[in-house]
């Protein structure tokens, strides 16, 4: 089978690229600078603008492709931007924020409306973050989608590709949580304040954590590409998530660090502005259908998770 995956340079996309690529599936990455991404020799990198299906459409029809086409469209501008420590949210930022994913969407939109044989199946990039603040509530796929800008970000990324199981392609909406990785995204600086003896809760720290390992990340996703009988949204979080408090506590102890002083809110806001709500604010989503679906996570409690990743 074919894998076309757009946003395959980021943390998620590497590494689902190597675990695919390992397997003997014909992986194709596209990226804007092909030139400049270091990747493994037998992962394929195309280039493309990020917008339509120009230059790569043509490898989405699967009519002579042995197993068929899959797209995993995971294509955008990273919310917290692309330094150590997040990026506020002007409204330049916003607005790349929600096109980058309306123009990527698009494009793979495309591409599949021009195949002649289409694509089996699209995972679709999204987040818990579709649900908004919701306090203690445990939250399943049918659970309301929330007000905030992150909601509403998350609500047209899924609408961006509605279309598709129209064409007759299953579509996968994958709601990811914070994906726990040394080599990105939000452990590093999770961890920082910890290694000079500073850690501890966040805000209130009643706020949840739907953390997943980022190695039970690419199963799953894995999982729901080859399991025909997969489509919707599914929430790609941890069964155990955790407030923000117990989460610093956990992280405290596999780092052998304290983990008792707070972060109020109020200094959070002052130093990056609306982006703390990304840490102040958390989702109590679980992985219901994944589960029911007969996926099984390797790192079902935090304390497994970053052990494994801080402790080898």
């Given amino acids: ?29 596209l990226s804007r600078n092909p030139g400049q991404r270091p990747f493994l020799p ?47 949210w002007t409204p330049e930022r916003k607005r790349r924020i929600v096109q980058s994913r309306l123009d990527a969407g698009q494009a793979v939109t495309e591409a599949i409306a021009g195949a002649a044989t289409k694509p089996a199946v699209l995972l679709q990039a999204s987040a818990v973050g579709y649900y908004g603040a919701c306090g203690d509530e445990p939250l399943g796929v049918v659970a309301a989608p929330g007000h905030d800008f992150l909601a509403h970000v998350c609500q047209q990324w899924e609408a961006k590709t ?22 990105g995204g939000a452990l590093p600086l999770m961890m920082l304040p910890f290694k000079f003896f500073v850690g501890g809760p966040l805000g209130s720290g009643k706020q949840w954590i739907p953390w997943i390992h980022l190695h039970d990340q690419v199963r799953a996703m894995r999982f729901l590409l080859e399991n025909e009988a997969a489509s919707g949204p599914f929430n790609l979080s941890a069964p155990n998530p955790l407030t923000n408090r117990d989460f610093a506590t956990v992280l405290g102890a596999v780092l052998k660090r304290p983990s008792f002083i707070p972060v109020p809110a109020f200094a959070l806001k002052a130093a990056l502005g609306e982006i703390a709500t990304i840490v102040l604010d958390g989702q109590r989503a679980l992985p219901y259908r994944l589960q029911e679906m007969g996926f099984a996570f390797k790192f079902a409690t935090a ?10």
């Fill in 1 to 29: 089978m074919r894998v076309i995956i757009t946003g395959g340079t980021g943390l998620i996309g590497k590494a689902l690229a190597a675990e695919l690529a390992q397997d003997g599936y014909e992986v194709i990455v």
């Fill in 42 to 88: 037998q992962v394929r990198i195309e280039k493309w603008d990020g917008k339509t299906a120009v230059g790569w459409g043509h490898l989405a029809d699967g009519t002579h492709v042995d197993g068929g086409v899959a797209i995993v469209n995971l294509a955008a501008e990273s919310i917290a931007g692309n330094g150590f420590l997040p990026a506020r």
């Fill in 162 to 183: 509605a279309v598709v199981p129209e064409m007759g392609v299953r579509r996968v909406l994958l709601r990811t949580g914070v994906v726990l990785s040394k080599e």
């Fill in 303 to 312: 304390k497994a998770a970053l052990t494994d990743l801080l402790q080898k």
